[in-house]
């Protein structure tokens, strides 16, 4: 029985594929307010600009391809049972093969009801007002927006409450709740913190290993670690 390996990731491993992170050091998400791109008061203040907002994003996507962080942890599939749970939209741990991903945020490439939000579909090419579901509902971005639940939230603790290594690579853990789930471990879990400018993190239960490189000279560190403790 493979030992249960989960991580996880945030914009750090993206960026290194030519994805932006989540905003630039003024604040702003493309040139935007994030408020107006990203809450549902920007969708109803402007459902055009949003839309347009993620189609732009949706198009960059389809121009990149996972780096070697990504790929490192689907090879840890061969040695673990890995779980990654990411707090990006992309699609780049699918595209490099990992298998068990858990998208905190939403996901790009699919888009949902604006009156169910459990009315989910795939979403490859741009949306526009007009674009409705089999009722007749206009459809948005599958994208957790400010002020809105987590959805996947439960199913994240419960998959971090699981582990025997939980890892954390490319994120200042500054979002929560998402930051928050690394004190779900189990009291004895290891913990591993790959980000080249990393948050300082106390009041742990469980010791943690701070390893300061990029998501992928950090895997490659990680996975050496990791297959030693296989």
């Known amino acids: 029985m493979k030992k249960k390996l989960v991580v996880l ?19 702003l998400w493309e040139g935007h307010d994030i408020m107006e791109v990203a809450s549902p008061e920007g969708w ?3 459902p055009v600009l949003v839309l347009d907002f993620y189609n ?3 198009q960059q996507l389809k121009e990149v391809l996972p780096n070697a962080a990504h790929i490192i942890l689907a090879e840890l599939e ?17 595209r490099a093969g990992s298998t068990k991903v858990l998208h905190l945020h939403g996901e ?35 994208i957790v927006w400010f002020g809105e639940a987590v959805p996947a939230l439960d199913e994240a603790v419960r998959i971090t409450h699981e582990a025997d290594f939980f890892a954390v690579v490319g994120t200042s853990l500054q979002v929560y709740p998402a930051a928050g789930l690394v004190d779900f471990a189990k009291p004895g879990t290891p913990l591993y913190y790959v980000d080249l400018n990393p948050a300082r993190i106390t009041n742990l239960s469980n010791e943690l290993e701070i390893i300061p490189k990029t998501a992928s000279e950090g895997m490659k560190i990680l996975k050496e670690k990791l297959l030693r403790l296989a």
């Not at 990731?9 to 604040?27: L, N, V, Y």
């Not at 061969?78 to 699918?94: C, G, K």
């Open 9 to 27: 990731t945030g914009a750090g491993i993206s960026a290194e594929s030519g994805i932006k992170t989540f905003r630039d050091s003024d604040g």
């Open 44 to 46: 109803k203040k402007n």
């Open 56 to 58: 732009k994003r949706r």
């Open 108 to 142: 790009l490439l699919k888009a949902r009801s604006t009156q169910n939000h459990r009315h989910i579909i795939e979403w490859q090419d741009d949306l526009f007002l007009g674009n409705l579901d089999a009722s007749g509902h206009q459809l948005r971005p599958h």
């Open 78 to 94: 061969q040695h673990f049972d890995v779980h990654i749970i990411t707090q990006n939209v992309d699609d780049l741990h699918e």
